[in-house]
């Protein structure tokens, strides 16, 4: 039995003695994992140390990659941010509550420990009511990473949060299934251009609009590693969210949907005896069933025109792959690069152990 206690409240309408019991346990330095709109974060007191410290160890996370500091109001940005920009100010004021995540100059009295050493501080204003709650119960920001094992794929219900961290965590507030299912979209602000370090729910496109001005796609952001050149941001160092089997990753190159179609179907004939997987959009798994039949493990993400719904739905079947015995191999469909989509192609080309080009 894990040791953590399990406090179920409505997504919505959270009782407020199970907000007040979580946010006692942060005020004791405790660590509390909680629902936002993205996925689960495993959180403490972000000006208590030694709290913020029992979270790199809980998720066996390297001191070097430092948390998102989540506040509920922008008087509590400035306790945690220094120097924050007229124009980010402004363009946060449309864009929070919600899955947006900015790295602003560390405010001094924020401890180091949560930004990894770092001179400067990722900061979010979750648009999750449980989230808003805790943080407001508390009084001050909250230190949360995605609560998860580091490198395991991040947590979008409290069961996984109990498979990783059950005996690490002293509370978990157990919302049901998180709403994007994909982290936040981290903006770095300081460079001249605004940059995507980490896409998300919010897209390029709506960034823009946001900022009011062009934004950077660097190719990390697309998952692309570019030979010899550092990471700006820490936690792209690390590889992610892996599946313990191998997963291929099928990318589009230039094919067109019949040829990437006929690319996809050979590649999983080419397995057999042994099944592989196919994690797939419903309309693909459908073709490739009417080829294939039952000798593919089927993993359906959604709808290929709803690409919110696959991205809600790909860190647990990342997960479910795991649980499928006798399937040691899985192959992941590619999806178009806009919108989340960038945001889920960042994330299957990080999780994959193996990337072909259709030709
Ligand atoms: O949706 C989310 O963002 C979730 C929920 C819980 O809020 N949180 C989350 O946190 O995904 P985490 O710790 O798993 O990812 C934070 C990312 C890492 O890639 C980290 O390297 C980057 O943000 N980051 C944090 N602080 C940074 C900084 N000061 N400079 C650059 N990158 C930073
Ligand atoms: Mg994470």
Same mark, same amino acid.
């Not at 119960?137 to 109990?162: D, F, K, M, Q, Y």
């Not at 697309?222 to 050149?229: D, K, L, Q």
């Not at 690390?238 to 990437?260: F, I, N, T, W």
């Given at each position: ?66 948390? /998102?500091?989540?506040?509920? *109001? $922008?008087?509590?940005?400035?306790? %945690?941010?220094? #120097?924050?920009? =007229?124009? +980010? ?59 998860? /094992?580091?490198?395991?794929? *991040? $947590?979008?219900?409290?069961?996984? %949060?109990?498979? #990783?961290?059950? =005996?690490? +965590? ?79 990753? +099928? ?109």
């Amino acid at each position: 039995m894990p040791r953590a206690r399990v406090l179920r409240v409505d997504p919505l309408r959270p009782s407020g003695e199970a907000i007040e019991e979580a946010a006692e346990v942060l005020r004791g330095g405790g660590l509390v994992a909680f629902p936002t709109e993205t996925v689960y974060g495993l959180g403490a007191d972000a000006f208590n140390p030694e709290a913020v410290y029992r979270v790199y160890r809980a998720k066996r996370r390297p001191l070097d990659n430092p948390l /998102i500091v989540h506040v509920s *109001s $922008p008087e509590m940005l400035h306790r %945690v941010a220094a #120097d924050v920009p =007229d124009w +980010v100010a402004s363009a946060l004021s449309v864009a929070w509550p919600g899955p947006l995540t900015v790295v602003l100059r560390r405010n001094p009295s924020l401890p180091a420990a949560v930004s990894g050493g770092l001179e400067t501080v990722a900061v979010r204003c979750p648009a999750h009511p449980v989230a808003l709650k805790l943080i407001e119960a508390l009084g001050g920001p909250v230190a949360a990473p995605s609560a998860n /094992i580091a490198g395991r794929p *991040s $947590p979008t219900r409290a069961e996984h %949060v109990l498979e #990783d961290l059950g =005996d690490e +965590v002293d509370v978990v507030v157990d919302a049901g299934e998180t709403f994007f299912g994909i982290e936040s979209t981290v903006v770095d602000v300081l460079s001249p251009r605004p940059r995507i370090l980490r896409p998300g729910p919010v897209g390029p496109e709506e960034l823009e609009k946001v900022f009011g001005t062009k934004i950077d796609v660097p190719p990390f952001a697309r998952g692309v590693e570019v030979f010899g050149e550092r990471p700006p941001s820490p936690g792209l160092k690390y590889r992610h969210y892996a599946p313990s089997k191998r997963l291929v990753l +099928v990318e589009r190159g230039s094919c067109d949907d019949s040829s990437y179609l006929e690319f996809l179907t050979r590649m999983l004939e080419s397995h057999s005896p042994e099944p592989p997987a196919l994690l797939a959009s419903n309309e693909t798994s459908d073709a490739v069933r009417e080829r294939l039949g039952d000798s593919v493990a089927y993993i359906r993400l959604g709808s290929r025109g709803n690409l919110f719904e696959i991205a809600k739905n790909l860190f647990s079947s990342l997960r479910s792959l795991d649980r499928h015995e006798g399937v040691s191999v899985a192959f992941s469909e590619a999806v178009e690069e806009r919108g989340v989509g960038l945001a889920i192609m960042n994330r299957l080309r990080k999780a994959s152990s193996e990337r072909i080009i259709c030709a």
